[in-house]
């Protein structure tokens, strides 16, 4: 089973539709929970962390259950230019390991 | 901008070559991290330098090792290259105290 888990899409959706993302991570030790967002042919880069009492980011919300090694994001009122792939990302000992991710296409 | 540059940015080996892949940290940044990005994966941890020491490593074989600077840059070497080594290596820099990786343009590899 691998570490961290994602279905990997893509999804397609239109402008303005809210989507859902989730995550299960297989080993209950890891310390700290994040999404990164990667655009085609770049680094990823942080977009949020995540915890147990959930946290919100303008038009994203991400949240964490740790019962459930689960982790999901949900970004409202989609915009073209939230069109990329969402990596869930957990770390033990600062060593991050990444899912495979998730591709959002957000179309007009 | 992260302030982590990568050089280069373009590889082209073949099997069998060695390759040395640079990495710039950001200012204030004593800890770097290297990582392997296959097409349609995400990214694999290869190993971590603190201190000029290497104090964490992936399920990376041998062939793949590194070195870190006293000014905190550092070098990924692989040996032997094989096909499979074709990926986006991707570097990562952070304060020791702090969690959040901050990671550079990343080296596309190709090896034919």
């Known amino acids: 089973r691998k570490e961290v888990e994602q279905d990997p899409g893509p999804f397609n959706v239109p402008e303005g539709a809210t989507v859902a993302f989730n995550c299960t991570y297989s080993?209950?030790?890891?310390?700290?929970f994040f999404w990164y967002r990667q655009d085609c042919r770049k680094e990823p880069k942080l977009l949020m962390s995540?915890?147990?009492s959930g946290n919100e980011d303008g038009r994203f919300t991400a949240q964490l259950n740790r019962a459930s090694q689960y982790i999901s994001l949900l970004i409202r009122d989609s915009k073209l230019s939230d069109s990329a792939t969402y990596l869930c990302v957990v770390t033990r000992y600062s060593t991050l390991t990444f899912g495979k991710g998730t591709m959002l296409l957000v179309s007009p | 901008e992260t302030g982590v540059t990568q050089s280069p940015t373009h590889l082209i080996k073949t099997r069998g070559q060695q390759v040395t892949l640079r990495c710039s940290s950001q200012?204030?940044?004593?800890?770097v991290s290297w990582y392997q990005q296959a097409l349609g994966q995400g990214p694999q941890f290869i190993f971590q330098y603190y201190r000029e020491e290497e104090n964490g490593r992936g399920n990376f074989p041998p062939r793949f090792s590194g070195l870190q600077f006293p000014n905190y840059s550092s070098e990924l070497n692989v040996n032997a290259l094989e096909l499979d080594d074709s990926a986006l290596y991707l570097c990562?820099?952070?304060?020791?105290?702090?969690?959040?990786?901050?990671f550079g343009p990343g080296t596309r590899l190709l090896v034919l």
């Open positions: 200012s204030g940044h004593n800890t």
């Open positions: 990562a820099s952070r304060n020791v105290s702090q969690e959040t990786q901050y």
């Open positions: 080993n209950s030790a890891s310390q700290s």
């Open positions: 995540v915890y147990s």
